[in-house]
């Protein structure tokens, strides 16, 4: 069984940074694909980030792209999701979460067999 714990949520002005963590235990992280997803209030879960196990391809949403960047350390077993340039639409409760699948990058949730708990991010001046 593979457990995932998010960390890093917060408080950020729009503009601001934050860095995101998701820490692995449990199996070894190489043989899965990581994606972050978010859900705001009323809204559906949307996929904001994805990374093959070896992570040499990585996907993300149109409305993140340029602003977030999704790495791991295998060794570490960790995931981060390194967002910048934030704005108020960013708002979210941010997940991570592992599929058995390492060389399929996919911001497709239904997909996900793991998920952590959640880290919350607020955007706002």
């Known amino acids: 069984q593979l457990q995932l714990v998010e960390s890093g949520g917060g408080l950020v002005h729009p503009g601001g940074s934050l860095r995101l963590s998701c820490a692995a235990s449990?199996?070894?992280?190489?043989?899965?694909?990581i994606g972050w997803f978010r859900q705001a209030p009323g809204k559906e879960r949307e996929g904001v980030a994805c990374i093959t196990g070896n992570g040499r391809i990585t996907d993300y949403a149109d409305s993140v792209t340029g602003r977030f960047t999704i790495s791991r350390d295998n060794a570490k077993k960790m995931v981060y999701l390194q967002m910048n340039s934030l704005k108020t639409e960013d708002t979210a409760v941010y997940f991570c979460?592992?599929?058995?699948?390492?060389?399929?990058?996919?911001?497709?949730?239904?997909?996900?067999?793991?998920w952590g708990q959640g880290t919350q991010v607020t955007v706002s001046s």
């Open positions: 449990g199996k070894t992280l190489d043989y899965y694909s």
């Open positions: 979460a592992a599929v058995d699948l390492a060389h399929v990058p996919t911001l497709r949730s239904e997909m996900y067999d793991y």
